[in-house]
């Protein structure tokens, strides 16, 4: 069956690492997006990408990075910068404009 | 400024009414909303996509309207049921860009 692979289920960053985690999909979908959760604030978009080798900036990109070498992989790093990285993280692609998103299972950062 | 506005407050229904959750929207011009299913510690399940043009739409027990003047969307449940229980949220595209922006989601609890 198709669909988005998250992983880890959960990670935990030690001050002034960096984490990475992993998105992968087999929808053949071209766009995938990264969204952070937290309690009461609904999903925020960090980055995403329409093509391979392409990716944009969302509204909250400060301290994470992104690459998107291949059609089906979007790894999203949490890098020391990002000050308050306990949350939600889920990844998304889609098809197109039209077409609803099909998100992972999500991973669940803490720092301790 | 732009906003998504949910009912923060979680709507208790009984089994078998139908449930009405509302998303208002300021300053966005959406060609499009969506509607998503979330459970706890899961990702976002797509439900609907509703666009300017439709008045309505319909999906088995569930009914998206659209008004674009009232800039509002309503989400209807009918004949609802406990396994209905989850956080409901709302999305809409921002114009032309490919990526949505979340509501902060309703939750809704559904009673035997």
């Known amino acids: 069956d198709g669909g988005i692979t998250q992983s880890p289920k959960y990670l935990f960053r030690k001050e002034g690492q960096n984490v990475t985690l992993s998105c992968e999909q087999n929808l053949n979908h071209d766009a995938m997006y990264w969204y952070r959760q937290d309690p009461g604030q609904g999903l925020r978009l960090i980055y995403y990408?329409?093509?391979?080798?392409?990716?944009q900036k969302g509204d909250i990109a400060e301290g994470y990075s992104v690459s998107r070498e291949k059609k089906e992989s979007f790894p999203l790093t949490v890098t020391s910068a990002q000050k308050n990285p306990t949350a939600f993280y889920l990844c998304?692609?889609?098809?197109?404009?039209?077409?609803?998103?099909?998100f992972g299972s999500g991973t669940r950062l803490t720092v301790v | 400024s732009q906003k998504i506005e949910q009912n923060s407050e979680a709507l208790n229904i009984q089994e078998g009414k139908t449930a009405t959750l509302t998303c208002n929207y300021t300053n966005y011009s959406p060609a499009y909303l969506q509607w998503y299913r979330q459970d706890p510690g899961r990702g976002p399940v797509f439900l609907l996509l509703i666009r300017e043009n439709e008045k309505e739409k319909r999906k088995e027990r569930l009914k998206v309207t659209f008004d674009t003047t009232l800039k509002q969307s309503l989400f209807h449940i009918t004949a609802s049921q406990p396994a209905d229980s989850a956080t409901y949220l709302c999305?809409?595209?921002?114009?032309?860009?490919?990526?949505?922006?979340f509501g902060t989601g309703t939750r809704l609890l559904v009673s035997p």
């Open positions: 990408s329409q093509i391979v080798n392409d990716f």
């Open positions: 999305a809409l595209d921002n114009t032309g860009f490919q990526k949505l922006v």
């Open positions: 998304a692609s889609t098809h197109g404009r039209m077409d609803g998103y099909t």
